[in-house]
């Protein structure tokens, strides 16, 4: 047995240093169809039954989505009757998405403004 499957067993597992959790996070939200379960969780909390015609997903391709996210601990489930329902995990993550909006206006505010002078200097 390799030593990696040998601390799992005994439940002792090598801390990660935090860029690569930070990595393994933001890999979990790089999918545009996780983005956008994540941006109506934020509304709201959702059955997949709400989520599906928002997303525009197959169901089995959402089902999956939705796992991902729930054992990388973002979005927690909770039943309601028969349904299932999804919340995010925290409201950082909220402000983490409205975060990244803003961040992406000013980066292509910026882009705009160079196409801009591009254009201009081009037409002297």
Not at 51 to 70: F, I, K
Request: glycine share 8%.
């Amino acid at each position: 047995m390799d030593q990696r499957k040998q601390q799992a067993f005994r439940g002792t597992v090598e801390p990660q240093p935090l860029y690569k959790l930070k990595g393994e996070f933001f890999k979990t939200l790089g999918h545009p169809a996780r983005v956008r379960i994540l941006e109506l969780l934020a509304g709201q909390d959702r059955s997949v039954g709400e989520l599906l015609p928002e997303v525009g997903l197959e169901s089995s391709n959402l089902s999956q989505q939705l796992g991902v996210l729930r054992r990388a601990g973002v979005v927690t489930t909770r039943k309601d009757g028969n349904a299932v329902i999804y919340s995010i995990a925290s409201p950082d993550i909220a402000e983490l998405l409205a975060m990244a909006r803003k961040v992406l206006t000013t980066v292509l505010s910026d882009r705009v403004a160079v196409l801009a002078d591009l254009r201009a200097d081009g037409e002297q």
